[in-house]
């Protein structure tokens, strides 16, 4: 089973999240955060990940120490979920499009972090969510999960559709890099032996 629990406690976050690679797409989301519950269900969906997330956090202040510390929380359960990552496909890729809005993601599961973040999103605000925190939230995703993701937007004026086709466009290349392709007997994808 590749699943994970994971915990986190800070002064500003209380974290329990659970995640299983090989789900249906089932969700159940508590952040806080009405926007980010959203993308965290649509992620799951399209990603057919199983994914609880309950967060109490310091909303009252913002949104920013629980949008970043649940992608650190996601990452981390990404790599746990993925062990030796023997067997997995390793790279994905997706061109999703959301209305006017047209994003491509790539994923390479690497064991080296990165973060490429080619989103022009138009306004600060989508609702009371500030959107430059779903560059936060990716940023503490790759740094836990050790993955290497790029976002390009190809098309797009709506902050609402860029920000949620990146969501439902990474959870796709994640999915397709994280499946185990049959040929490699649980083999390792790389001549180093070891991601």
């Not at 690679?21 to 009405?34: H, N, Q, V």
């Not at 009252?60 to 746990?80: M, N």
């Not at 390793?90 to 390479?108: F, K, N, Q, W």
Request: some cysteine; hydrophobic content about 40%; overall charge negative.
């Amino acid at each position: 089973m590749r699943t994970s629990t994971i915990t986190r406690r800070t002064a500003e976050t209380d974290i329990r999240l659970q995640l299983d690679l090989d789900g249906t797409g089932k969700s159940d989301i508590d952040t806080g955060c009405g926007f980010l519950n959203h993308m965290l269900t649509l992620f799951a969906k399209h990603g057919r990940f199983d994914l609880s997330v309950k967060c109490v956090g310091d909303i009252d202040v913002d949104d920013h120490h629980t949008v970043e510390d649940i992608g650190i929380c996601l990452g981390a359960a990404f790599a746990e979920a993925l062990g030796d990552m023997g067997g997995i496909v390793r790279y994905g890729s997706t061109i999703l499009p959301m209305d006017e809005a047209l994003i491509l993601t790539a994923v390479d599961i690497s064991g080296r972090c990165y973060l490429g973040y080619g989103l022009d999103i138009p306004t600060q605000k989508i609702g009371s969510f500030d959107t430059e925190l779903a560059q936060e939230f990716w940023l503490g995703f790759v740094r836990k999960a050790n993955v290497a993701l790029h976002f390009r937007q190809l098309a797009g004026t709506n902050s609402h559709h860029i920000v949620e086709g990146a969501f439902k466009s990474a959870a796709r290349s994640l999915r397709a890099a994280c499946a185990i392709d049959p040929s490699l007997n649980g083999e390792i994808p790389s001549t180093k032996g070891i991601l």
